[in-house]
């Protein structure tokens, strides 16, 4: 029977501070491991999770490894064969984060791993975890507490998005939903919460994400833009980028 493992990484902002998180769906029950580093980046991030989540278990173990990372997903499945046959070279140079794709490799290799991708910020409980802990190793590498004045982690995407929703959060703390919408952490002094839609939510969520970003530093992004162009100058933007909008082709060798 395979174990099921979920792994995630983050950085914030991207390169900077970052951090890792797992979460092993063990017999024996949940084990959950978190890291992070001051200097690194989003992929880093997400491969060195991979790395530890492997590392816990025995050669020979059977593992399902469940991550909202494409650049994991397919540099294991799809990319690693030919990046070996050339000596860890891709068409236009070295790979990128050579180093922990070696260990990567070398850890699968010896174990017998199912790779899986998941949509992140889509309720999926062992997601939502792992992204926590990744915001928690974060915030221990940069020597903050844990845990916000001691309490428990805040949640982020759609988990906060359902808990602010439960019958009994609304029950208790009315103004709930209107600040788990905004879909950011709790917020450090002297910021405010935005409300918004909670299907948009969602999507500043996943946008984030494959941003590399919290959607706090995402939405603060957004706003600082439009401010700076001016209302008029904001239409005509996105009024370009929606007219130009085409799919993009998979990179052989994404960025770190």
Known sequence: MRTIVYADGGCDPNPGPGGWGVVIEAESGRIELCGGDRATTNNRMELTAAINALRHFPEGAQIEMRCDSQYVIKSVTEWMRGWKAKGWRTATGPVKNVELMQ????????????????????????????DRLAAQGRREALGLPSRPEGGPAPLTGTAALRAAAAPAALATAPAALATAAAVVERAPPRTTSIPLDLGLGLEVSRAAKGAGLTPQAYVERAVRLALDLGPKAFERARDEARGSAAPKATEPDPAS
């Open 103 to 130: 260990e990567l490799d070398a850890l699968a290799a010896r174990r017998d791993v199912r790779w899986t991708w998941v949509r992140g910020h889509t309720g999926e409980v062992g997601n939502e975890r792992a």
